[in-house]
């Protein structure tokens, strides 16, 4: 793993570090990122559109094909690889300041993480846009294949759908207060397969910064945050970030 030296001989010594991950640590379990050279939208820039909270609320198309997508999404059967096992590694050895996550697929929580700071939401519920009811996604996708292509909500009839963060929707303020307070408090964060393309979450790179904390950024591809980081590794996640936690917790990289 190629990390400056001054930077290498730090990591022992972290004892708050904060993580930010994007799709790019779910790769490996086989869940595909989103804008990545095989990404969802780099191949199918249609399929944007069903994370637009206004195509969702104004075209029953977009429901329906979206219902359809989160019924076929590889995560239901997603196991978390090497890279959410280091973070767990770093977490139970009590050098975790926080971990946040882009991320629906909840495969943090499957590996072993707690406290998970799920910043864009989550697909494992559904959520009634009316009442606000919220439903195992299990149990509204068992209404899908059986021939409901867009289900209501079954308490006032509203439109439901996954409990994740669309454009268009504001942020959940608690989650994202916690995330910036665990940014400017940490001694070292690390922004793990994400193109830190989207606000507010990249900015969360710039909080720890000006606090003072060492940046690393960890992507297959060049992010706007690269000029600031004090290393930027390009090799795979699934080797380079247990690397990387052993050298936090004393092991050789």
Known sequence: MDVPPQLAAALPHARAVTVLTGAGISTDSGIPDFRGPQGVWTRDPEAARLSSIGAYLADPDVRRRAWRSRRDHPAWDAEPNAGHAALVA???A?????LITQNIDGLHQRAGSAGVLEI???MREAV???CGLRTPMPEVLARVDAGEDDPPCPVCGGLQKSATISFGQPLDQDVLDAAITAARGCDLFLAVGTSLTVEPAAGLCLEAVRAGA???????E???YDEVADAVVREPIG???PALAAAVLGGAA
């Open 222 to 224: 060049p992010t706007p």
């Open 94 to 98: 009590g050098r975790l300041r926080a």
């Open 214 to 220: 060492p940046l690393v950024v960890m992507n297959a």
């Open 90 to 92: 770093l977490e139970r």
């Open 239 to 241: 080797r380079a970030l």
């Open 128 to 130: 009634c846009l009316v």
């Open 120 to 122: 864009h939401g989550t």
